[in-house]
C-alpha cells in the first residue's frame, strides 16, 4: 500500500465530511472561475486593442458629433496607417427592446482597420464595398436572429430618421464575417455611411468617432498632438487616445466591476477557507492514535506531513475541479443571453490555470496546521491520548 | 406535553451550554453565514439605491415625451413643429398667465472627472427654460444663484458635485471652447436630477448646433390621468410621431434595466454562497452530534425522547446561522449603508446614488441565513434523534 492509497482511504474515511467540504471548494471556485471570466470578458474591449490603434473622439464627450471633413485631415497626417470613421446608429429589430449595434462606416477602409480582429470572405468584402444598401452582419448576429445573406431586414434607428419621417431602414444582408481572435464580438452590424448619410433627415456629414491605426506605437504620440493640434479652438475639438485607454474608461463609468469581483470572491474563499481548515484541524485530530501507530512503525514526521498535505491538496483538487466544470457549463449557459453585455464570455484558459493553482494554494494553506501538527506529534502523547 | 417541553429546554441548554467546546468550528459557521447574507444585502442594498434613486425622481403628472422608439432621452429628437403641437394639446396645466406649464429641453453628456478614481466620466448637461426647474419636485438653489437666461452660466446638481471634480462654485468649465461660470448648486429631493448640470436651453441650442429642436418636452399635466387624453392626442397626429408617458413610468423604466441586473446578479451568486456555508454548517452540525454522542444516548436511558435531541441540535444550529445572518445584517448596515457610488444610467451618463438598507432586506438577509440553519441542522438533528442508544454508549 502506498502512501497515496492511504491518503485516499484517509479522505474517504468519513464519506459524508469529504463530499460536505468539496460541494463548498466546487462553489467557491466555480463563483472564483465564472466572476473572473466575467469581468475579463467585461474587459474584453481593452485586451482586444492593439497599442497603435487610436480613437478621436468629440472633447465634450464621445456622444457629441465630429464633421466628416475631418476624415481625411486626419488621414492625411504623417504616421496614420489606417483610418476608418464610426457613426453610432442606434439600431433595433422590430422593438426598441432587441437592441442591435450598428454603425455607419467606411466599408472598403473599416474591413482594412479591422482584417486583424475578424475574418472577411472575399465575396463579403467585395458585395459590401458594392451595395450601396448592404450591410455586413457579424457571425453571432446572425446567429441570434436567424439572418441568413440575402435576406431584406428593416432596422429602425431609435435616433435618426429618414427624409420620409421613417424611422426604418431596409437594408439586404450582403454578407457576413467571423472573429479571428477570441475577444472580437461578432454581434455587431455594419452600414455604408455614403447611404445612411443621404437618407437621414438631419445630422447630415456628422460621424460619431475615427478609428485609426498608426504606423508604429513609437509614433503614437506625435500623431496624438498633431490630430488634437490641428483641432483646437475650433467648434469640434477632439480628444485623440488609445482604444485601449478609452475602452478602460468607458467600463470604469459602470462602476469598479473589478473590485465587486474581488470582493465577492474573497468572501466566498475566506467562507470556504474556514469551514474546510477547521474541519481538517479537527479529522487530523481525530486520527491522533493512528499517526502514533504510523510513527511506532517507523513513518517520519516529514512523511507524515506529506500525507497530511497530500490529503488536504487531494480534497482541493476533487472539489475545485468539478467546479472548473460548473462554471464551464454555466458560463456556456448565460453567454447568449449576456450577449450584449459582455460579448466575449468564456472560460479563459488562464484563468482556469489560474483556479488549478489555488486549488494547490488552498489545499496547502487548510492542511498546513494540522500537517505541522501531525509532525511533530510526540508518540508517547500521540498513543496516551484517547 | 409539558414533560416534552421540558426535555427540550433541557437538551437545548445543553447544546448551547457545551458550544464553547466546539467553538472554532461553530465560529466558521457564524461567519460563513455572516458573509453570505453581507454579500446579498450588498448587492440588494446597491440594486434598491440605485432604483429609488431614479424611480422616485418622476411625478405622474409630469409628461414626458420623446421620439417614439428613442427609449431614452440622450437619442431623442423633438423638433420646434412639433414642440407647438405638444404644447396646445390637451390636458397640459396652464399657469395664471395662460401659458401651458411646459420645457422643452435638451439632454447633452460632457465629460468629467470622477474624484474617487480620477478617470473620465460621461456627466449630463441639461439645458432647460424658465419653467424647467418648476416641473421638478423640491428644486432648491442651496449655494449661490440661480443662472441667468442668455449667459453661460450653469448650475449644478448637489449629487454631483460632491462626486466628480471641478463643479465647485465660482469655477469655470470649458466645453468646446466656451467657458460657463457655476453660479449655484442646487438641490432635487435626492433625486436623479442632483447628479445634473443645468444651463439655459437657448444658449446650449446655439453652442451645441440644435437651433430650434430639443429632445424632449416635459409637461405639467391637469391631472395624473390627463396623460391619456395627451397620449391619445400625439398618437391621432401623423406629424407627432412622438412616445407620451409620465416621468414615473419614463424613470422606472429606466431604472429597472440596471437594478434588475444588480439582483440578478446578488441573488445566485448569495445563494450559491449559501450552499456553501452550508456544506460547513451540516459538517459542523454532525461534528456537534457526533461529540455528544454519549450525552445523547445517556440522556436517552434515563427517559429523554428522541424529539428532544432533534430539537435541540435544530435550534443549536438555527442560533447559530441566526447570530451569523445579525452580524452579516450589521455589518452591510456600518459599511455599506449610505455609501455613495455612481455608475451609468440608461443614457450614458452618470448617475450618482447611495445604498439604500432597508428592513425588508434585512429579512430577506435573515431568511436565507435561517434557512442555511434549518437545512444545515435538519439532517444531523434526525441523526441525533435515531442515534440508538448503545451505539452512543460504546462510542
Partial sequence: ?386 | MRSIILQILAVTAINLKSLPQRLWLSLATVIAVGLVVTVLLAFLSMANGFRRTIADSGAEDIAVVLRSGAVSEINSVVLRDQVRLIEDGPGIARGPDGKPQTSGELYLTVNGIKRSTGTKASLPLRGLGPLGPGLRRGVVITAGRMFNPGTNEIIVGRALGKEFEGFELGQTVTFNSTRWSVVGIFAADGSVFESEIWADLPVLQSLFKRAGSVQTVRARLTSPAAIETLRAYSDNDPRLKLDVMSEAAYFAQQASNTSDLIQKLGWPLAIAMALGSLAGALNTMYSSVAARATEIATLRAIGFGGFSAFVGTLVESLILAAIGGVIGAAATYLVFDGFTASTMGASFSQVVFNFQLTPRLIGQGLLLALAVGLFGGLFPALRAARMPIVAGLYG
Fill in chain 1, 1 to 386: 500500500m502506498n502512501d497515496l492509497v492511504l491518503i485516499r482511504k484517509n479522505l474517504f474515511r468519513r464519506k459524508l465530511r469529504a463530499i460536505l467540504m468539496m460541494v463548498s471548494i466546487l462553489i467557491a471556485f466555480a463563483i472564483f472561475a465564472v466572476l473572473a471570466s466575467f469581468e475579463r470578458a467585461f474587459n474584453a474591449g481593452q485586451d482586444r486593442a492593439t497599442p497603435d490603434r487610436l480613437v478621436v473622439l468629440n472633447k465634450i464627450n464621445f456622444t457629441q458629433p465630429l464633421p466628416i471633413s475631418y476624415y481625411n485631415r486626419v488621414a492625411a497626417i504623417d504616421g496614420v496607417a489606417q483610418i476608418t470613421h464610426f457613426s453610432w446608429f442606434g439600431g433595433y429589430y422590430q422593438e426598441p427592446r432587441n437592441f442591435i449595434a450598428a454603425f455607419a462606416v467606411d466599408p472598403e477602409n473599416w474591413m482594412k482597420l479591422r482584417d486583424t480582429d475578424f475574418v472577411f470572405s472575399p465575396e463579403a468584402r467585395a458585395a459590401f464595398i458594392r451595395e450601396r444598401t448592404g450591410v455586413l452582419v457579424g457571425a453571432r448576429m446572425m446567429e441570434k436572429w436567424g439572418w441568413k445573406v440575402g435576406d431584406h431586414i428593416p432596422i429602425s434607428s431609435s435616433i435618426w430618421s429618414q427624409k420620409s419621417g421613417s424611422h426604418a431602414w431596409d437594408f439586404i444582408i450582403v454578407g457576413s464575417f467571423t472573429a479571428r481572435i477570441p475577444q472580437a464580438d461578432t454581434n455587431v452590424m455594419l452600414m455604408g455611411y455614403d447611404y445612411f448619410n443621404e437618407t437621414r433627415s438631419f445630422g447630415k456629414d456628422l460621424i460619431s468617432w475615427l478609428a485609426l491605426r498608426t504606423t508604429s506605437v513609437a509614433a503614437n504620440e506625435r500623431v496624438i498632438e498633431a490630430i488634437d493640434g490641428m483641432f483646437a479652438n475650433s467648434p469640434y475639438e477632439t480628444t485623440t487616445d488609445s482604444e485601449k485607454a478609452f475602452s478602460k474608461a468607458f467600463a470604469a463609468q459602470l462602476g469598479n466591476i473589478a473590485l465587486i469581483v474581488e470582493l465577492v470572491v474573497g468572501a466566498a474563499f475566506v467562507t470556504i477557507l474556514m469551514i474546510v481548515g477547521n474541519t481538517m484541524v479537527m479529522t487530523v485530530r481525530e486520527r491522533t492514535r493512528e499517526i502514533g501507530v504510523l510513527k511506532t512503525l517507523g513513518f517520519s514526521g516529514g512523511r507524515i506531513l506529506r500525507m497530511v498535505l497530500g490529503e488536504s491538496i487531494l480534497l482541493a483538487l476533487l472539489g475545485g475541479l468539478p467546479g472548473l466544470g460548473v462554471a464551464l457549463l454555466l458560463i456556456t449557459k448565460v453567454r447568449d443571453s449576456l450577449m450584449n453585455f459582455v460579448p466575449a464570455l468564456s472560460l479563459y484558459p488562464d484563468i482556469a490555470a489560474a483556479a488549478v493553482g489555488l486549488m494547490v494554494v488552498f489545499g496547502i494553506i487548510t492542511g498546513l496546521v494540522p500537517a505541522l501538527n501531525a509532525m511533530r506529534l510526540n508518540i508517547v502523547t500521540a498513543l496516551g491520548r484517547s
